[in-house]
């Protein structure tokens, strides 16, 4: 098993641009994530997904949207990129519930211009 | 207030020596609790899940406290692999998801 990937593992963007991250889960999990980590702010969540088609807002949502078509894949797209979302990106599934252990995927090193 | 509060650190602790962590939450709904590790650039692992009574895997204790509503991650005998951030987790009570600390940093020194 692969367990969660990240595709890319590192992007450099201009100011506006756009573009798609994408995670992949094999376990057959129900809930899936997306967080951005930042220097002395910690593990924030921006959206998530508690099943195939279904998606909710995290603590920091804004400029970003996502989709959730297929159960083991979870996309985060960025329609107009900004310097303040030059971050790590990390995606994580779980099996059914919020007190389940999430697996986590590598990471997404993103760098806004 | 963050759900989630840990001391940032970091903690430079000498090779066998006893460290502790104590992590806050705000939430008194949340059930359920963790302690992730995150080694430099990588990805956040499962530690140990907390349990009311109390829950130890070899040299790592960790113990809840309901009543102050903290969390505590205790490592005898420090190695230098201990060395790396330590993430306490808590859930939201019942709204689908968990909030993560800002993380604890320890380092162990030879």
């Known amino acids: 098993n692969a367990g969660v990937t990240q595709t890319p593992k590192f992007r450099v963007l201009k100011t506006g641009q756009s573009m798609t991250l994408l995670c992949a889960q094999d376990?057959?999990?129900?809930?899936m994530y997306w967080y951005r980590q930042d220097p002395g702010m910690g593990l924030r969540l921006i959206h998530y997904?508690?099943?195939?088609?279904?998606?909710a807002k995290g603590e920091v949502p804004d400029g970003y949207n996502v989709s959730r078509l297929k159960k083991q894949n979870f996309l985060l797209g960025l329609e107009s990129a900004a310097p303040s979302q030059t971050s790590v990106y990390f995606c994580?599934?779980?099996?059914?519930?919020?007190?389940?252990?999430?697996?986590f995927g590598p990471g997404t090193r993103l760098t806004v211009l | 207030r963050k759900e989630v509060e840990q001391d940032p650190g970091p903690f430079n602790v000498p090779e066998g020596a006893t460290v502790a962590f104590n992590c806050t939450y705000s939430n008194s709904a949340s059930q359920s609790f963790f302690w992730y590790r995150q080694d430099c650039r990588k990805e956040p692992k499962l530690l140990m899940s907390?349990?009311?009574s109390g829950n130890e895997d070899g040299r790592f204790t960790a113990q809840l406290n309901r009543a102050s509503q903290y969390i505590s991650l205790l490592i005898r005998d420090s190695k230098l692999s201990d060395s790396a951030t330590y993430l306490c987790?808590?859930?939201?009570?019942?709204?689908?998801?968990?909030?993560f600390g800002i993380g604890t940093k320890l380092q162990v020194i030879p």
């Open positions: 907390v349990y009311s």
């Open positions: 987790v808590g859930d939201s009570g019942g709204y689908q998801k968990v909030t």
């Open positions: 994580a599934s779980s099996y059914s519930t919020e007190g389940d252990e999430q697996f």
């Open positions: 376990m057959n999990h129900e809930y």
């Open positions: 997904s508690v099943g195939e088609g279904t998606t």
